[in-house]
């Protein structure tokens, strides 16, 4: 036999590893005993990056959605065109509670101060909502509408502005020319785009005109914008402009070149955000004064759907389509899909017909 001469600390780490060897032979020679490893006594791994969900299923309906009302309970109530109803039916999942039958297109959905509902489209009358019908509200009988798509609830039919108050609507000024586009921060900071394509700027009871130069055939769709902070146009080519005083900006993200297409705009936590197209992808921006920041990618969408509501949602960034595709954006970045149901409306409930709404 071989005799090997180690040093001191040698010897006793030869031991060591020997004595460690016959503890966990010991182990495993016990019933139920769980052997001892280098792996067990490691550093604890940190959890893993949130995996986002599946991206969401094609619709199974068309939910046409076009807009959002916010409950005083914070939930949310998803608006189609023809004025239908999608309750909060969970945390995140939408049913169908209310009939449509408004017989204009519907932009826009405003509480009163009672409660009640006023439904607002592209062309008078309003309709109000009353024991679970949308009937005519005889504000006006006809002529070209527009509701603000600020939180002031304000509209326009024709050149005359009305706001909702507490116990109805009440006149305001009337426009230099028709409206056709309306973004209000309040009564007093009034925004729109009249029926040839002219932007205009109210403070007070003074309109001043605001310059755009737009491409051929290229037309305002819409108006938006945060109290106290910007206002912008969206054409229709997607292109965003920030309306500064007299003259209209043109906003890019330079990242993205001049390919993106913007579909849908909503304020969340006081930051107006942006669903755009691309032809590699799709992108949720956030619009500033100067700029579009990319925040984050969204989802394929096809080309018979697109984006149409953005809002703040208890868990995030609420994103939908018209045809009814919806998501959350949490606050950790992951995405989490929502449903929406388009279930039968049971006629005992309050909610007994479903044919068109008659103005009166």
């Not at 020997?18 to 010991?26: K, Q, S, Y």
């Not at 755009?212 to 206002?231: S, W």
């Not at 330079?254 to 942006?274: K, Y």
């Not at 995405?335 to 388009?342: D, P, Q």
């Amino acid at each position: 036999m071989f005799r090997v001469a180690l040093p001191r600390k040698g010897a006793v780490l030869l031991a060591a590893l020997i004595a460690f060897g016959g503890v966990t032979r010991l182990l495993r020679a016990q019933p139920g005993a769980t052997p001892v490893t280098a792996h067990d006594a490691g550093p604890i791994q940190p959890d893993a990056a949130p995996v986002p969900d599946p991206l969401p299923a094609a619709p199974t309906f068309d939910a046409q959605l076009v807009s959002v009302l916010r409950n005083k309970d914070g939930s949310l109530t998803l608006i189609g065109s023809s004025g239908q109803q999608y309750e909060s039916a969970g945390e995140l999942a939408w049913q169908r509670a209310g009939t449509g039958g408004v017989s204009v297109s519907v932009s826009r959905v405003f509480r009163g101060g009672n409660g009640k509902l006023f439904a607002v489209g592209n062309r008078a009358p309003l309709f109000s909502r009353k024991d679970g019908l949308w009937a005519g509200y005889s504000l006006a009988r006809k002529g070209p509408a527009a509701a603000s798509t600020g939180s002031a609830p304000i509209i326009a039919l024709r050149r005359q502005l009305y706001e909702l108050g507490a116990v109805g609507w009440r006149a305001l000024a009337v426009t230099p020319a028709i409206v056709q586009h309306l973004w209000a921060a309040s009564s007093n900071r009034v925004f729109f785009a009249d029926r040839d394509g002219k932007l205009w700027a109210g403070r007070g009871g003074g309109w001043q005109k605001i310059s755009i130069t737009l491409a051929p055939n290229e037309t305002i769709a819409q108006l938006h914008g945060v109290a106290g902070k910007l206002a912008v146009a969206l054409t229709s080519r997607g292109r965003l402009f920030l309306l500064d005083k007299r003259v209209a900006r043109l906003l890019r993200a330079d990242s993205l070149g001049s390919e993106l297409r913007i579909e849908a705009l909503g304020v969340v936590e006081g930051t107006l955000m942006a669903a755009a197209r691309h032809p590699n992808k799709t992108v949720l921006l956030k619009v500033g004064t100067k700029a579009l920041a990319p925040v984050g990618e969204l989802w394929p969408v096809s080309q018979g759907d697109k984006f149409s509501i953005i809002t703040e949602h208890p868990k995030g960034i609420l994103v939908g389509t018209k045809l009814g595709q919806i998501r959350v954006r949490l606050v950790n970045g992951a995405w989490k899909n929502a449903s929406i149901a388009n279930a039968p409306v049971d006629p005992t409930l309050r909610f007994p017909h479903s044919g068109p709404a008659k103005a009166r």
